[in-house]
Nanobody
Framework: QVHLMESGGGLVQAGGSLRLSCAASGSISSINVMGWYRQAPGNQRELVASITSSSSTNYADSVKGRFTISRGNAKNTVYLQMNSLKHEDTGVYYC?????????WGQGIQVTVSS
């Protein structure tokens, strides 16, 4: 089982920046994908960005050029640097860990962007 610990988030004005962190622990395979999803009130959960264990990245069109996903040196930590935040980025952000034997979710962290 993989446990995910999220941190960061909070309240920021439009145009500002935030950084989210997620650390994975437990039975971790060296081949995996870590990512961030978000869910706004009344909306479905959507992929924001993901990164493979070989550092290939994928971004939602709405965040390309503003958000950057990266891995820490320990490879079991993922960061989401969010710049030029917009009101529509508001939501609960969930860390996700995918490997061949399991999929895990963090508890979610609130990001609120005031316009």
């Amino acid at each position: 089982q993989v446990h995910l610990m999220e941190s960061g988030g909070g309240l920021v004005q439009a145009g500002g920046s935030l950084r989210l962190s997620c650390a994975a622990s437990g039975s971790i395979s060296s081949i995996n994908v870590m990512g961030w999803y978000r869910q706004a009130p009344g909306n479905q959960r959507e992929l924001v960005a993901s990164i493979t264990s070989s550092s290939s990245t994928n971004y939602a069109d709405s965040v390309k050029g503003r958000f950057t996903i990266s891995r820490g040196n320990a490879k079991n930590t993922v960061y989401l640097q969010m710049n030029s935040l917009k009101h529509e980025d508001t939501g609960v952000y969930y860390c996700n860990f995918l490997q061949s034997t399991s999929i895990s979710w963090g508890q979610g962290i609130q990001v609120t962007v005031s316009s």
